[in-house]
T-cell receptor, first 111, second 112 residues
């Protein structure tokens, strides 16, 4: 399967801990997006990359959040000092054109 | 700013009923419009798209027409099946290959 993959699929952490998520896009896709989806809402944009360059960050992305795509392939999203409000589904998508292809997401629960 | 408004759900229909899920948008310029579907326990899947006014996107019996005059992209299907039960999201890309702006989603339940 050559779709977008995300790891882990589920993460439970205690408030104050750091977490890191990984996204592997479809190969040859030069753009990679991160979104966050909370219950009953549509996905909201967090940040995106063109190859290894981070082009835009949403105002939702507080200083506790950081994302990287060091070699223009996989990407990581780190949340430091997690808060209960960070509990959500974190989605990754990739594209080389107009259509974005989404991974299955990482569900984060902060207790 | 850009935004998408969808009809609120949940929508419950009997099998073979006609489906309409309304979607309107606000955007500058000429956005591309999308419908994504999220089946239970799965990720978002692109259902259909339209990239310019009067385009009709279609897939799996679903259709939506890009209406610039009414800023709408309503999703329709003539005869729904139980397997269509899912959450449907309308989304726009404001200028081509940019972050998507999503509506809140509409949950559809189809009963036999």
């Amino acid at each position: 399967d050559t779709g977008v993959s995300q790891d882990p699929r589920h993460k439970i952490t205690k408030r104050g801990q750091n977490v890191t998520f990984r996204c592997d896009p479809i190969s040859e896709h030069n753009r990679l997006y991160w979104y966050r989806q909370t219950l009953g809402q549509g996905p909201e944009f967090l940040t995106y990359f063109q190859n290894e360059a981070q082009l835009e960050k949403s105002r939702l992305l507080s200083d506790r959040f950081s994302a990287e795509r060091p070699k223009g392939s996989f990407s990581t999203l780190e949340i430091q000092r997690t808060e209960q409000g960070d509990s959500a589904m974190y989605l990754c998508a990739s594209t080389r054109g107009v259509e974005q292809y989404f991974g299955p997401g990482t569900r984060l629960t902060v207790t | 700013g850009n935004s998408v408004t969808q009809m609120e759900g949940p929508v419950t229909l009997s099998e073979e009923a006609f489906l309409t899920i309304n979607c309107t948008y606000t955007a500058t310029g000429y956005p591309s419009l999308f419908w994504y579907v999220q089946y239970p326990g799965e990720g978002l899947q692109l259902l259909l798209k339209a990239t310019k006014a009067d385009d009709k996107g279609s897939n799996k019996g679903f259709e939506a027409t890009y209406r610039k005059e009414t800023t709408s992209f309503h999703l329709e299907k003539g005869s729904v099946q139980v397997s269509d039960s899912a959450v449907y999201f309308c989304a726009l890309d404001s200028s081509g290959n940019t972050p998507l702006v999503f509506g809140k989603g509409t949950r559809l339940s189809v009963i036999a």
